[in-house]
């Protein structure tokens, strides 16, 4: 089978060979509602409420949202407005713990036997896909059409990273388990573990674990970015090609990451809701590079000072990876279900950029077969007919354009801000 095209780039794996830590509990959360794709949750508490460890603070509105709830035990401080890192804003929570960690009475173990039953455990569990999408998962677990294979995403690609593969290191059976769960309730017959081969302890560890049952395959990947994208990873582990405007649903593929398995197995044990995260934090200004659990709506700057950085001077601070990861606004920013990496460096200087050259480079380095250079000059002649015909909508925004141009363009920016023009659907 043909690979598809890709970069390779240097993996910076500092934190995988280092045990996960568990964060103190924080003084205080601030818990945002909008944490997944849907529309923000509606705060159900009030300044002075007494809240418990699962309770739930904040009710799913329409069918894309799921609930959020409290991390911490304590009392309700406010519910003021967030500022979120993509610019806009929503309600947050913000809890003073008292330190006990109390948990909600109404946790119990539930375990699900019917397709309905999957999916509506996981939208009362809160979760969301932890690839760093944030794709609420009771969306994926009720599909339209019968489920030939399922695709487990354990590549992460990104450099840094290795919050995914502590999980598999650590939470081995805790995964086979969540698999076998969906498998069995939605009558699914194969399930492919795609993972990088730059991670053999987690391969063999996986593998291990796996043995006994033959309709689980892991699958050694080659080490090049963005292996762990849906489109890319589906067909590196199945063959299967999703074209445009259609989802994995589509081409009978259920696809779900390494750590939302993890969850949903551990969902059916305890009953306790998506509350906490593992994290990688790392960067040229961490003393103490490492994979974090800490809870949901910890501060970011809580975060960096347990790592050994002080945050006041630093260049750049990246939620998520180096590649497609988004810039902080600020080190107070609560950490949040779909983050999965914090990356802080001292000082970047980026290039200024230059004429194109036509060198093609971009091209050959895009593993949607796109033409990003012909993108470019459509966005700024505003063609939305060109754009279409050249398929921007298949762009994932992985950045091997931007990262391989000798130019310096801001290529893979450019294509997110001409998806704007694109009517919506």
């Known amino acids: 089978m043909k690979r598809r095209n890709g970069i390779f780039l240097s993996h910076r794996k500092h934190t995988e060979g280092f045990p996960t830590l568990r964060l103190p509990i924080p003084q205080e959360v601030t818990i945002p509602m909008a944490m997944h794709m849907g529309a923000p949750c509606v ?16 009710e799913a509105q329409g069918h894309f949202s799921v609930p959020i709830h409290a991390s911490v035990s304590g009392k309700v401080k406010a519910v003021t407005e967030h500022l979120c890192a993509n610019g806009t804003k929503c309600p947050a929570v913000v809890i003073t713990a008292d330190g006990q960690q109390t948990p909600c009475p109404d946790c119990k173990p539930y375990m699900p036997s019917t397709p309905e039953e999957l999916a509506a455990m996981a939208k009362q569990a809160g979760c969301v896909g932890l690839g760093g999408a944030g794709f609420p998962t009771h969306i994926k677990l009720a599909p339209q059409k019968p489920i030939s294979v399922m695709v487990i995403n354990g590549a992460e690609c990104e450099p840094y990273l290795t919050s995914d593969c502590r999980m598999m290191l650590e939470q ?3 995964i086979i388990k969540g698999i076998l769960l969906v498998m069995q309730i939605l009558h699914i017959k194969n399930c492919r573990i795609g993972v990088e081969n730059n991670k053999p302890a987690a391969i063999k560890a ?6 006994d049952h033959p309709e689980i395959q892991v699958i050694p990947l080659p080490s090049q970015y963005p292996q762990g ?51 990688t934090v790392d960067g040229d200004a961490v003393e103490r590079p490492c994979n974090i659990i800490a809870p949901i709506g910890t501060s970011m700057r809580t975060l960096l000072e347990y790592a050994g950085c002080s945050p006041e001077k630093l260049s750049h601070l990246i939620c998520g990876g180096m590649m497609m990861g988004s810039l902080l606004p600020s080190a ?9 990496g914090l990356l802080a460096f001292w000082q970047y200087v980026h290039p200024e950029p230059t004429a194109c050259i036509r060198c093609g480079r971009c091209m050959h380095a895009c593993p949607m077969g796109l033409m990003p250079m012909q993108l470019e000059k459509a966005y700024h002649a505003k063609d939305v007919e060109a754009l279409t015909a050249l398929k921007l909508n298949l762009c994932m925004n992985c950045g091997c354009c931007s990262y391989v141009c000798p130019a310096n ?3 893979a920016a450019t ?7 694109l009517p919506r659907k």
Do not use: W
């Open 415 to 421: 294509h997110q801000l001409a998806k704007t023009l």
């Open 409 to 411: 363009r801001p290529l």
């Open 172 to 174: 081995t059976d805790d």
């Open 43 to 58: 705060p159900v508490v009030k300044a002075g409420d007494t809240v418990t460890v699962g309770q739930c603070i904040g």
């Open 229 to 279: 994208a849906e489109k890319i990873m589906i067909y590196h582990t199945t063959g299967i090609t999703v074209t445009e405007g259609t989802l994995p649903a589509d081409h009978g593929v259920l696809l779900l990451n390494i750590s939302t398995c993890a969850f949903l197995h551990q969902y059916t044990q305890t009953g306790m809701p998506l509350v906490e995260r593992r994290i």
């Open 206 to 211: 996986l593998a291990d674990a796996a043995k």
């Open 332 to 340: 107070d920013t609560p950490l949040c279900k779909p983050n999965n």
